[in-house]
């Protein structure tokens, strides 16, 4: 820290300190939303068709997918990052609120008509991911074609709950595998260009 002087005086003022760097929160972030998204993915594809295994979501939605996601977008609001910030927070926020959804709202509902509430918690998602979808055009191709597939995941698994349709929400399941191994794509790329100090694996951002 250096000192500097008033105009005109023989004062001199101390200098504010540089903010200190913190690391990019963006692989956390991607990290937690990917590894959950994958094992929820394995089920709504019908991989795995025990039902009762899907237990195994819950403590990954609120501890991995839902709190480290929260935690790496309060960084990116640090960072300046607005669209880090909301997209991790509100990410996040999705995973928690689906694991209060399934451990303790759904099995309330009348069995007649869960469907429609399942289906309008995902289509609000799905409206959401289409204009961030769209605000990544101007950001980088790996975004882009994460949140490109997310959406499409969530149009699926959307239009599979409202029509009572196997075949549709298996077809959400599998986009959510792909929209996983891209956003796992991007997380590897951020830890390892960081780490490396260098940029070996591309992310092809968009000129602005």
Known sequence: MTDTQTPGTDERIP?????????????????????????????????????????????LALFYGGIAQVLAGMWEFRKN??????????????????????????????????????????????????????ITIRINGVLFAVFTVLSVTFALLAAGALGQNAGVSHAGGWAGLITALLAWYGSFAGVANATWKNKTLPTWPFAG
């Not at 997209?87 to 099995?107: C, R």
């Open 81 to 134: 990052n607005t669209f880090g910030a909301v997209a991790f927070v509100s990410y996040g926020s999705f995973w928690l609120s689906f694991a209060a959804y399934v451990e303790f709202i759904a099995p309330k509902l009348p069995a007649a008509h869960a469907y429609q509430a399942t289906g309008l918690f995902l289509l609000a998602w799905t409206i959401f991911t289409v204009y961030m979808t769209i």
């Open 15 to 59: 200098a504010s300190p540089a903010a200190p760097q913190i690391a990019d929160p963006g692989p956390l972030g991607l990290a937690a939303f990917a590894l959950t998204t994958f094992v929820l993915s394995v089920f709504n594809a019908g991989l795995i068709k025990d039902g009762s295994l899907e237990a195994v979501v819950l403590p």
